[in-house]
C-alpha cells in the first residue's frame, strides 16, 4: 500500500473536501499537542483520497514512539477526502506499520473501523435540525427542568470571552474543580495549554462563560469544524454548582447553534466519570459508538503492571 508524508498546507487543503472530518482531525487540533506536550505532528495520505493524522511522543526514555490518533480524550482515525472509500485495510496497513499505536474512531464516520478493535466507548451528541430552539428542553429530565428554572431566574449573563482575563480567569475555574475532583480527576493542564487555545483563530474555537455580577461561575470550551461544534472542556466554581450555571450554559450553547444553524453539537466522551455522564444523560442526547484500537510493545506492559 502507498503512502506518503505530507505538508501542513495540504493537510489543512485536504480538509476542504472531507465531511467526515472534524476539528479533532485539524492541524491546529494536533499543533496543540506538540506545542504544549513533548511530541511531534505527523498526517500520512494513504493511496489517493485516505489521510491519517497523529501525534507521536516518546515512551519508555525514547525506546519507543508512541503514535496517537485521538489526544486529549477525544477521537480521530481516518479521514478520507470521496465518499464511500473502503478504509477497512488502511486500518490494517497502519496497524501493521507502527508497533505502538492508538486509535479512537470518529462517531462521525461512516467508513468502516477497525474489525477487532480492543475496547469502546460513545459520545453523546444532538442533531440540533431536529429540534425546535423554543422546545430545547422538551425532551430533558424534570430534574434538569427545576435546575434550569432556578438558573433562569437568578438572571446569570452569558457570553463569550473578549480578554486574556477572561482565560486567566476560566483556568483558575478548572484549577478550582480539579481541587473538588481531587484524585478523580483524569487531567491536569497547565495554563500554557489554554493560552494556545486562545490563539487559535476564532473562528475554529470559542469559550463560553456564564457569570453573576461580573463573576465568572462556569465556561466551557467549544471548537468547530465542518458545521460540528465539539464541547472539549468545562469547569465551574462551586457557587456556580449550587446555581446550576452549568446547565444554564449548555442550555445557552445550544441556543445559540441552533440559531447560527449548526447541524452537530457533540457532547463529547466523558472520561468514565460517572457525575459528567449523568449530567449529558438527562439531556436526552444521541448517543454514537467509538471504537478503539491499541497495540503495544510487550516491554510496555511489563513497565505498565
Known amino acids: 500500500m502507498k503512502f506518503s508524508k505530507i505538508s501542513i498546507d495540504e493537510w489543512q487543503e485536504s480538509l476542504s473536501f472531507s465531511e467526515n472530518a472534524t476539528f479533532f482531525h485539524h492541524p491546529l487540533w494536533y499543533q496543540l499537542w506538540s506545542k504544549n506536550f513533548d511530541g511531534v505532528v505527523n498526517i500520512i495520505k494513504i493511496e489517493n483520497n485516505i489521510y491519517f493524522p497523529y501525534f507521536k511522543r516518546n515512551r519508555i526514555n525514547g525506546i519507543y514512539k508512541e503514535h496517537i490518533s485521538g489526544p486529549g480524550g477525544t477521537y480521530g482515525g481516518i479521514y478520507t477526502t470521496k465518499q464511500n472509500i473502503k478504509t477497512d485495510s488502511s486500518y490494517q496497513f497502519l496497524l501493521n506499520k507502527f508497533k505502538f499505536i492508538t486509535i479512537v474512531e470518529n462517531p462521525f464516520d461512516k467508513n468502516e473501523f477497525v474489525r477487532n478493535f480492543s475496547k469502546k466507548t460513545y459520545t453523546n451528541y444532538f442533531n440540533l435540525k431536529n429540534i425546535d430552539q423554543f422546545k430545547i428542553t422538551s425532551n430533558w429530565s424534570n430534574n434538569h427542568k427545576r435546575k434550569l428554572n432556578k438558573a433562569l431566574k437568578a438572571k446569570l449573563n452569558f457570553r463569550t470571552s473578549k480578554t486574556e482575563k477572561d482565560w486567566e480567569n476560566y483556568f483558575q475555574l478548572y484549577k ?40 465568572m461561575l462556569s465556561g466551557a470550551i467549544v471548537f468547530n469544524f465542518n458545521n460540528k461544534h465539539h464541547y472539549w472542556h468545562g469547569a465551574s466554581s462551586q457557587n456556580g454548582l449550587l446555581l446550576n450555571s452549568s446547565l444554564f450554559l449548555q442550555y445557552k450553547i445550544i441556543e445559540k447553534l441552533i440559531k447560527l444553524h449548526v447541524y452537530i453539537y457533540d457532547l463529547g466522551p466523558s472520561g468514565g466519570h460517572w457525575g459528567t455522564e449523568e449530567f449529558k444523560r438527562r439531556m436526552k442526547p444521541q448517543t454514537r459508538t467509538m471504537k478503539i484500537v491499541s497495540k503495544k510493545p510487550a516491554i510496555f506492559k511489563l513497565f505498565n503492571k
Open 176 to 215: 478550582d474543580s480539579m481541587s473538588r475532583w481531587g484524585n478523580r480527576s483524569s487531567s491536569n493542564y497547565e495554563f500554557g495549554l489554554f493560552k494556545s487555545i486562545k490563539n487559535i483563530p476564532t473562528e475554529y474555537r470559542t469559550l463560553y462563560l456564564i457569570e453573576e455580577k461580573n463573576k
